[in-house]
Structure formats: structure tokens, C-alpha cells
């Protein structure tokens, strides 16, 4: 792992409250990833979102086990965000990114996450995304469109009556997502590294 700082998180890691943002900033998107168990219906039931969202991008995601339905992420203030809720049982990520960006009372500070580089992909199990957007080239096995979201081939499911698709077999080439949430039972990252930014990297 690899920690690079940029003049503004010097700054920040001098003062009091810089020390605290600097703790919590890296320690909420590993439990962003990291977190166990995928929810049933809306996304996430099981946490709070914070109120920013974040990017993540793959060279490419093969997964087996998919499904999409919409759905509602909650943050700590009880607002609603509206979500697309994707799930796929097993899956694969090639150059995997993660990008947060978080204010802070002496500025703005990123995290910046990569793995799953030099041809071992990142892994896992169980994903659960919470997404607003969604870029890439993508190919699936076996689709269904327009199944009841409460009858999809998953083991988490959305609400009767809703829309969604399901698929055996899924495949996104040059991902780019936008997200309120990720959480697997596991996740495996592969030769990771983090870095504090000043707020101006992104993964896209």
C-alpha cells in the first residue's frame, strides 16, 4: 500500500481537525468496500450513505449471477437518493479505481484507491452497487428484460411490480460508475495502494 500527500494534506495533517478528517476519510471508504452481507429491496438497509458520491472505474467487470432494479439509498439526514440497484453474485475487475472526494474545514481531500492491476483482478462476492450513473461497453449472457424485480435470478431482489433485468453472465468493458454505495460479503483488492489527493484526481 502507498500513501502520497499533496501540500493541502500536509497542511491538513498538522492541525487537530485535519488529523481527525485524515482518519476518517480513508476508514469510510474501506468500510464503503468492504462491508458484509448484501441488502434485500432498497440500497443500502444496512448503512446510512454519506452525502457524496464517488467514482469507480474498471478496464473491465466479468461477473456471473446479475440483476438491475431501481431502488432508494438513504444518507444520515433521511433523504432519499434514487438509485440503480445492481447485483451480480461473482465478479471481476480489471485496473479497478475508487475516487471520494471530502470537505474538510481546511479544504477539500480525495482518496484515491486502485488494485486489481498487472493482470490479477480485483474480486467479489456478492456485489451490491447503489448507482446514479453508469458508462462502458457491455455484454450479457442470457438476458432477461423486463422481469418483476422481485423475481429475479438473485439472491437480493427489488420490490414487486418493479422493472428489471436479470442475466447469467455479465461483461463491461472500460467501466465508469458513479455510486452512493458498493458492499460484497467479500472483496478481495489486489496489490492496493491509497492515496491522500487534493481533491482534483479522479478516476474518470
Not at 461473482?90 to 486502485?114: E, N
Amino acid at each position: 500500500m502507498k500513501f502520497r500527500k499533496s501540500d493541502r494534506v500536509r497542511k491538513l495533517a498538522s492541525s487537530h481537525a485535519g488529523r481527525i478528517a485524515l482518519v476518517a476519510v480513508p476508514a469510510g471508504v474501506a468500510a464503503a468496500m468492504l462491508l458484509g452481507g448484501v441488502a434485500q429491496g432498497s440500497v443500502p438497509v444496512s448503512f446510512a450513505v454519506s452525502g457524496s458520491e464517488f467514482q469507480i472505474s474498471a478496464s473491465q467487470l466479468d461477473g456471473t449471477g446479475f440483476s438491475q432494479y431501481a431502488g432508494v439509498a438513504k444518507d444520515t439526514e433521511g433523504k432519499d437518493h434514487t438509485v440503480a440497484i445492481a447485483n451480480i453474485k461473482s465478479a471481476t475487475l480489471s485496473d479497478l479505481c475508487q475516487a471520494v472526494v471530502t470537505d474538510t474545514p481546511l479544504g477539500k481531500v480525495g482518496v484515491l484507491i486502485k488494485a486489481g492491476g498487472n493482470g490479477t483482478p480485483a474480486s467479489a462476492s456478492d456485489l451490491q452497487l447503489g448507482m446514479t450513473g453508469l458508462k462502458g461497453d457491455a455484454s450479457f449472457g442470457q438476458i432477461r428484460i423486463g422481469v418483476d424485480a422481485s423475481t429475479v435470478n438473485t439472491d437480493a431482489k427489488g420490490t414487486a411490480g418493479d422493472f428489471a433485468q436479470d442475466a447469467d453472465t455479465v461483461t463491461i468493458k472500460n467501466l465508469q460508475q458513479t455510486a452512493w454505495s458498493t458492499q460484497a460479503s467479500v472483496f478481495t483488492l489486489t496489490g492496493m495502494t491509497l492515496e491522500l489527493t487534493d481533491g482534483s484526481q479522479g478516476c474518470f
